[in-house]
């Protein structure tokens, strides 16, 4: 053990107070009982009820869920496929430029894929809705996905394919039988990837989404240059305990994989001894 | 021993080969892997590949197993051009030199994995499966994922995974490196079984020539993916056709000199004031040209006075000696500086030793002991 040190503390002080105490304050605010949202006037949980009769708040956060479940669920299955291909395809004419270019909108400012799908719909004659916005979201996470995937395939020992062909695999089982199961990880990473990244966007939605459909980091945005509202901070506290369930589960989870991993191994060498 | 005697198809004309390579040359970029080999494997043969780390003996087998394609030339499996079948048509099976085992599953699911595709009954694929975990002795392991095993047993796993399907051909990229000395005796033996029983066809790839002897009914030296030899373990190690595949099978000394041809008989001058050594030898060649006597250690005797009417006689030193239990080595200085070995067996139960380091000695070998070699 290091030995507690004055230097160390103060650090650590001021590092975690300085990441979190703005969420600390939006936290004790929410629960403050006045309409004025820098005054405290007591304790109450009324704004909370406020906010779950608010229909115009309830639909943006249904719309924001619906788009990031489709989004990342299309953006992980073309990313994958992207990455599959780009990594195992062999070389075919322009694989060099296929690669840059699935990396392009990682750099590219979200206002340009914004302004550029927006184009994009008005001139095919789309009408601005959920359908945009997922496939605005789409567009971009799935350059996501095909990252993290492939960064998983390079690793990945070629001859595990080879083997499930040998056994009489086609190409397809060899992949959904073989590769898929044993990339799942990075599968699920790059799909939890796109899911958070759909659900704070706020520049491209705001582009691609009409009166129609609105999303919740949208809606936010816009309530708060009315004037920030308690309801406006209950929201986000909620918002706050989802993510943070959502982090300590997962950790929760790989940890507990991790160490069933290390017991078995543990188990597989006194056996063997 | 090996395959019944009479087994012998390589020398009947008329027998179909079951693989057929014709001008197989394989190159990654401009570098060459396999070069120009044409070879012919038989039906029920045990065949084994034997050559140095990088010479192309898993490329020659990819190529059989459809990962890799011939640069030039033609394989046929039953006279049929197998370029266009891709790895999963193919009737053979691979075992890999890396294992290749699924991580995800369990032991039971990985050998398992290629009866499912069959589309095999489930009872069958348990009692197939059963039979297999039985033969590689991992029955308490079999709910075991492959991180959960050591490394021989890993093999073994691989082994089974691909015995399982029982295939036309069998392919085995160094099965039984990983496994201890009886562990491995008794797995080449059941081999030796199944190849029996069923009648698959073997290729096999080892690094131990005690093992491509004991189990293999021909074998196939390869130096820098070429074909040096293809022959039958007996004549591999005792008719060699070059120094390079004496050299590489068992212990031999090698003698190098200047032809002196005579009638069936070639003599070797070998030495200043000495005289030549003899060997029996159809060889034509130019008198002063290099020739080589490879002798095998076991073939010279050694004594301490000198014999009478050896056909090869020579005086030396010894300068060292290396019981091994069963046998001994002696290994002898001759006056040039070459040092040559000579092995006796050890038939006493106390080791007598005739002789120790510094005596005098004489080594001699009859005419037909040794062959007579160009290269
Ligand atoms: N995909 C590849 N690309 C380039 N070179 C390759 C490739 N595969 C094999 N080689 C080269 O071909 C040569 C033969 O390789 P191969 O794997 O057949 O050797 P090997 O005889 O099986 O050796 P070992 O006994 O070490 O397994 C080696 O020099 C290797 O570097
Ligand atoms: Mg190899």
Redesign the interface.
């Known amino acids: 053990m290091r030995r507690f040190s004055w230097f160390n503390a103060t650090a650590l002080t001021l590092g975690f107070a300085f990441l979190y105490l703005p969420m600390l304050i939006l936290i004790i605010y929410s629960f403050n009982g006045g309409r004025l949202v820098t005054v405290w006037s007591g304790f109450s949980t009324k704004w909370y009820g406020e906010l779950f009769r608010n229909e115009a708040f309830l639909d943006a956060a249904w719309v924001t869920l619906k788009v990031a479940v489709f989004s990342s669920t299309i953006a992980t299955v073309l990313g994958t496929m992207a990455a599959y291909v780009l990594i195992r395809g062999g070389r075919f004419l322009g694989r060099t430029l296929f690669s840059g270019m699935i990396y392009a909108p990682l750099v590219m400012p979200e206002v340009i894929t914004g302004l550029s799908l927006l184009l994009l719909f008005i001139g095919i004659g789309l009408d601005r809705g959920i359908l945009t916005i997922v496939l605005a979201h789409t567009t971009f996470s799935m350059c996501y996905v095909s990252v993290v995937v492939s960064s998983r395939l390079v690793t990945f ?1 070629r ?2 394919e ?10 397809f ?1 060899a992949f959904r ?2 590769t898929l ?2 990339i799942a990880p990075a599968v699920i990473s790059g799909w939890l990837l796109a899911f958070t990244l759909s659900l704070d966007d706020l520049v491209i939605a705001s582009f691609t989404s009409g009166p129609s459909a609105t999303t919740l980091p949208i809606k936010i945005f816009s309530a708060v240059r009315l004037g920030v509202s308690p309801e406006i901070n209950a929201l986000s506290t909620l918002l706050i305990a989802i993510v943070a369930v959502g982090v300590i589960t997962a950790s929760l989870v790989s940890k507990r994989a991790i160490i069933r ?1 290390q017991r ?2 543990q ?2 060498i006194k ?2 001894a | 021993m090996t395959a019944p005697a009479e087994f012998s198809p390589w020398t009947d004309p008329s027998a179909k080969p079951l693989i057929r390579f014709t001008g197989v040359t394989k190159r990654f970029g401009d570098f060459t892997a396999i070069d120009n080999v044409d070879l012919d494997i038989f039906e029920k043969e045990f065949f084994a590949l034997l050559g140095p780390s990088g010479c192309g003996k898993t490329t020659l087998m990819r190529m059989l197993a459809g990962f890799e394609m011939p640069t030039e030339g033609l394989i046929e499996l039953d006279g049929q051009d197998i370029a266009p079948v891709p790895p999963n048509k193919r009737a053979t099976n691979m075992m890999f030199q890396s294992y290749a085992l699924f991580p995800h599953l369990s032991l039971r699911d990985n050998i398992a994995f290629g009866l499912h595709r069959e589309k095999m009954p489930k009872d069958r694929i348990a009692a197939r499966v059963d039979e297999m975990l039985k033969l590689v002795q991992l029955e308490p392991f079999a709910s075991r994922k492959p991180h959960q095993i050591s490394g021989g047993q890993r093999q073994r796993v691989a082994l089974a995974r691909c015995l399982a399907k029982a295939p036309k051909l069998l392919l085995l990229d160094e099965p039984l490196g990983a496994l201890d000395r009886k562990l491995r005796e008794e797995t080449q033996f059941e081999l030796m079984d199944i190849q029996e029983k069923t009648g698959t066809t073997f290729v096999i790839v080892t690094h131990d020539q005690e093992e491509a002897m004991t189990v293999a009914s021909r074998v196939a030296v390869m130096d820098h993916g070429r074909l040096v030899q293809v022959a039958t373990p007996a004549a591999i190690y005792e008719t060699p056709n070059s120094t390079y595949v004496a050299d590489f099978i068992g212990d031999v000394n090698i003698i190098e000199g200047k032809a002196e041809p005579g009638d069936g008989i070639m003599g070797i001058a070998w030495a200043e004031g000495q005289p030549n050594l003899t060997g029996a030898s159809d060889l034509t060649l130019a008198s002063g040209a290099t020739v080589f006597m490879a002798i095998r250690p076991e073939k010279v005797r050694i004594s301490a006075e000198k014999p009478e009417g050896a056909a090869n006689a020579v005086a030396g030193k010894v300068l060292d000696i290396a019981y091994l239990g069963n046998i001994s080595t002696y290994h002898v200085e001759l006056p040039g500086g070459q040092v040559i070995k000579a092995q006796t067996a050890n038939t006493d139960r106390i080791a007598r030793r005739d002789f120790t380091w510094e005596d005098a000695v004489w080594l001699s070998w009859s005419a037909t002991a040794g062959v007579v070699l160009e290269r």
């Open positions: 020992d001859s595990l080879e083997a499930a062909l040998d056994l009489g695999c086609t190409p089982d039988l073989v199961p044993i991993r078995d191994e188990a597989a056996a063997v």
